[in-house]
DNA sequence: CGCCTCCCCCATCATATGATGGAATCATCG
DNA sequence: CGATGATTCCATCATATGATGGGGGAGGCG
């Protein structure tokens, strides 16, 4: 059976869709609790009955974008896993910085969903959640952390969550740390992504140098 | 003129203390539109109207959390500062990763508001900000990205926000990261501050190296 | 004691917000 | 066209939540 989600990610004009992707914007910047479904349902334009007509209640709506995001954010996973096939250690992680930057700032909603679900409690607890260990695991493979993505080690998982973290900051922390700096946009995400494989990519390509002299 | 805030942090045990103390606990876990002053009340065992005749509004309590937050961490950030000085930068970074880790572990509330703060929108504008700008440029020149903090440069204070955005983000995230590994608390902390020293230690060593070669 | 001030709670209000029912509109198809 | 179903909006409800007023009590002080 189709589900609403998958219908609406076909005809990205219909209805159902615009509305999610409204959703996805206004949860992304407020939060769960902090948005309000007349403030989605303004964003397309419409009324709020038509926003239950068609998603239900609130939180199957919130639920229905963080399904969308997780389908996104692993698609744009294996896309970066097949174009850094088979490269270097460090040119590896050159390259998943910068294509992953680039994606999440053309759609920071994914890094802030994310983040504050990461950081943020929700009055009803979701039972549902992001895919993150599986993501978590894959790129520790990916990374050579780890020969297995059934047998990823605490540290290899925390290693991949500082490197994807600090990613996700810099996109959806841009409204308060692009003020601080006083860059213009283009300049914010030319030095995060600087700023990003200066600081991550030593650590990992010392120790890859160290086990191969073993 | 005494304010509140000044008033609640001298006796711990008064009752403004006591609702501040809870504040920053439910906002911390639940944000600003997630928390609501029925659930801080409650948490201190009082009535709603007991918390309004001590610090007013909503807003005007959030607020008041948010600067007690910033007292708190600049005072750290200074001890820490004391207890690094003329060490050199490894060392410096070590020490530094280790003690704010213990701290914010132990006041985690602190790791969160920042990254909520940071990372969500609320309805109306506060008006009010963090000291970030500041606290970034003190650790800027602290770890030797900046000869003065008034010229403190954009990629100098990304790189301090990544360092320590990669700390909150383990104390912050604990809830959702240390099911995934499955350790144990005492673990999941040793295990964090491994991998922050780990990961954000040699990229600056690095650097420094160079330039002392000049 | 009588009065005052400070502190706290009960009852209540006002508004915001999630949600629904039913009418109106539109498209499709026989 | 007329029937049918899908979609949308208006009016309205129910509840959660922020906020307030007034009463009561504890303690200090004349």
Same mark, same amino acid.
């Given at each position: ?124 607890? *979701? =039972?549902?959640? !992001?895919?993150? /260990? ?11 952390? @780890? %020969?297995? #993505? ?21 996109? *959806? =922390?841009?409204? !308060?740390?692009? /003020? ?11 030095? @995060? %992504?600087? #700023? ?19």
């Amino acid at each position: 059976m189709e589900t609403r989600l998958e219908k609406a990610r076909k005809d990205p004009e219909s209805m159902k869709a615009r509305i999610l992707a409204a959703a996805r914007r206004i949860f992304g910047e407020y939060g769960f609790h902090g948005a309000t479904t007349r403030m989605i349902a303004q964003d397309v334009g419409i009324d709020i009955s038509t926003l239950h007509y068609h998603w239900g209640e609130k939180k199957d709506l919130y639920e229905s974008v963080i399904l969308d995001i997780n389908k996104d954010l692993g698609q744009s996973l294996i896309d970066v896993e097949n174009m850094i096939h088979g490269r270097p250690l460090a040119e590896r992680m050159a390259i998943a910085i910068d294509v992953m930057t680039d994606y999440l700032f053309a759609h920071p909603e994914v890094s802030n969903l994310i983040l504050l679900r990461y950081f943020g409690k929700t009055r009803h607890e *979701s =039972g549902l959640d !992001f895919k993150v /260990p599986e993501f978590t695991s894959d790129i520790a493979r990916s990374m050579g952390l @780890a %020969k297995d #993505t059934k047998l990823v080690s605490p540290l290899a998982m925390m290693e991949v969550l500082t490197v994807m973290n600090a990613i996700h900051n810099f996109i *959806s =922390g841009e409204n !308060f740390f692009r /003020p601080m700096t006083g860059l213009e946009r283009g300049d914010y995400i030319r030095t @995060a %992504k600087e #700023t990003l494989k200066f600081i991550l990519i030593p650590a990992f390509v010392q120790r890859d140098r160290m086990h191969a002299q073993d």
